[in-house]
């Protein structure tokens, strides 16, 4: 589980349904699909903290569907007091690729020195981009 759970480079597609259609989707899934559950658990706590620029740049190139665009986040894991710097890009065919850093819990809310390094090295390699100065915008429970 914990290799199919680490998924780093995928295809999202999110969807919203009532639940009573999602009753009768799911059972018609193929074989192969699971959920994760953990001691018995199948929900869990995390914060996430959105960087971006004061202007919204990163929101904006998404809302526009830029093939070269970011999300970085730190993701917070409250039931392990876990946390993770991410910078997820969009790659070839509508792919996410996504890389982490584990991260101080108590760093979460800015982008640290390192965390900016990994930030520029992952986007100059990606896109052969510089990363713009990023600051947190938006906290999600």
């Known amino acids: 589980m914990t290799e199919q759970a680490a998924l780093q480079v995928r295809i999202d597609r ?7 259609r999602f009753a009768e989707l799911i059972v018609r ?3 192969g699909y699971a959920v994760l559950e953990v001691d018995g658990l199948r929900g869990f706590a995390y914060e996430s903290v959105y960087f971006d ?12 569907g ?6 970085v986040r730190t993701r917070a894991y409250l039931d392990t ?4 710097f991410e910078v997820k890009l969009k790659g070839p065919r509508d792919r996410t690729v996504k890389a982490q850093l584990p991260y101080s819990l ?3 809310t800015h982008i640290t020195p390192p965390a900016r390094a990994f930030l520029v090295d ?20």
């Not at 620029?53 to 526009?64: G, V």
């Not at 007091?81 to 993770?84: I, K, Q, S």
């Open 106 to 108: 108590a760093d979460r």
């Open 14 to 20: 999110k969807y919203m349904v009532p639940v009573e």
């Open 66 to 71: 830029r093939r070269r665009r970011c999300k």
């Open 81 to 84: 007091a876990g946390c993770v």
């Open 122 to 141: 992952r986007l100059e390699k990606a896109y052969g981009q510089s990363a713009p100065r990023l600051a947190a915008r938006v906290t999600t429970l």
């Open 53 to 64: 620029t004061p202007d919204l740049l990163t929101y904006r190139q998404h809302l526009q």
């Open 29 to 31: 899934l193929p074989q």
